[in-house]
């Protein structure tokens, strides 16, 4: 690339940034292609090494990576990023339309539950929470409080993932409707309660646990086993486990869920 060209470049990232969302690695990219994304741009300081990656563990998205990824001096790269990924890629997306997520979160019937983050305050959690979503076949993710879910550390935690689920900010009473489920420690044992596909499923935050109003809200407290003297679960954790006990789609055979539905 000439120097003008690399001049060129930076301008239209600085141009794309304030309203993107940052992909910030290889597997960010590969995930938000994967799932639809609008990719913008993309830079890297060894294409090559990107197109091998590409080859060996995204082949489906090989071509479209091939296509958008620019090379530019790791000079550049590195004023352009807060940090540069291991793998020496970042790319620039369009955000989800705020009202097609909201509508994806309220449709009912739903086929799987909506994962409620109340007022967490850790974005890495909220990063990993989304990719569990993602992988369980969750309907989406929303987070209440200040805390924007697609803050680059979010996005960055998720590896992309936000594409493949609605995650949205919302308050605390614009909720999507369905039967709220709120983990608690003096709720119910959750292995004792089975969960509708079409549950909100609401977690406090790591530091302070469910709100009040919204615990005041819960069809039903629920309560992950835990041996005594220990206090918590991280958030991630306490998501995971309950969406392996609802048991959804990425968990049964095709019987499985013809029985289901």
Same mark, same amino acid.
């Given at each position: 690339?000439?120097?003008?060209?690399?001049?060129?470049?930076? %301008?239209?990232?600085?141009?794309?940034?304030?309203? #993107?969302?940052? /992909?910030?690695?290889?597997?960010?990219?590969?995930?938000?292609?994967?799932?639809?994304?609008?990719?913008?741009?993309?830079?890297?300081?060894?294409?090559?090494?990107?197109?091998?990656?590409?080859?060996?563990?995204?082949?489906?998205? %090989?071509?479209?990576?091939?296509?958008?990824?620019?090379?530019?001096?790791?000079?550049?790269? =590195?004023?352009?990023?807060?940090?540069?990924?291991?793998?020496?890629?970042?790319?620039?997306?369009?955000?989800?339309?705020?009202?097609?997520?909201?509508?994806? /979160?309220?449709?009912?019937?739903?086929?799987?539950?909506?994962?409620?983050?109340?007022?967490?305050?850790? /974005?890495?959690?909220?990063?990993?929470?989304?990719?569990? #979503?993602?992988?369980?076949?969750?309907?989406?993710?929303?987070?209440?409080?200040?805390?924007?879910?697609?803050?680059?550390?979010?996005?960055?935690?998720?590896?992309?993932?936000?594409?493949?689920?609605?995650?949205?900010?919302?308050?605390?009473?614009?909720?999507? $409707?369905?039967?709220?489920?709120?983990?608690? $420690?003096?709720?119910?044992?959750? %292995?004792?309660?089975?969960?509708?596909?079409? #549950? /909100?499923?609401?977690?406090?935050?790591? =530091?302070?646990?469910?709100? &009040?109003?919204? %615990?005041?809200?819960?069809?039903?407290?629920?309560?992950?086993?835990? =041996? &005594?003297?220990?206090?918590?679960?991280?958030?991630?954790?306490?998501?995971?486990?309950?969406?392996?006990?609802?048991?959804?789609?990425?968990?049964?055979?095709?019987?499985?869920?013809? #029985?289901?539905?």
């Amino acid at each position: 690339m000439s120097d003008d060209d690399t001049i060129e470049t930076v %301008r239209r990232w600085q141009e794309t940034l304030p309203d #993107a969302v940052l /992909l910030d690695g290889f597997h960010a990219l590969k995930h938000a292609l994967r799932f639809g994304a609008e990719v913008q741009m993309a830079l890297s300081s060894d294409k090559g090494a990107v197109l091998a990656l590409a080859d060996d563990l995204a082949g489906d998205v %090989r071509e479209r990576v091939q296509d958008l990824v620019r090379e530019v001096p790791a000079a550049t790269l =590195r004023e352009l990023l807060p940090r540069v990924h291991p793998t020496r890629v970042a790319a620039l997306a369009t955000r989800p339309s705020r009202a097609l997520n909201v509508s994806t /979160l309220e449709r009912l019937p739903r086929t799987s539950p909506v994962v409620v983050l109340d007022n967490p305050r850790n /974005l890495g959690n909220v990063g990993a929470v989304v990719r569990l #979503a993602a992988g369980f076949g969750a309907t989406g993710v929303v987070t209440t409080g200040d805390m924007d879910p697609w803050h680059p550390n979010a996005v960055r935690a998720g590896a992309g993932l936000h594409y493949a689920t609605a995650v949205e900010h919302l308050p605390a009473d614009g909720l999507p $409707p369905g039967p709220l489920y709120v983990l608690d $420690p003096e709720g119910k044992d959750i %292995r004792s309660v089975s969960l509708p596909d079409d #549950a /909100l499923i609401a977690f406090g935050s790591e =530091r302070h646990g469910i709100s &009040p109003e919204l %615990r005041d809200q819960a069809t039903e407290l629920l309560a992950l086993p835990m =041996r &005594p003297q220990v206090s918590s679960y991280n958030l991630a954790t306490s998501v995971a486990m309950t969406l392996f006990h609802w048991g959804g789609p990425a968990l049964q055979t095709p019987s499985d869920a013809e #029985a289901r539905h």
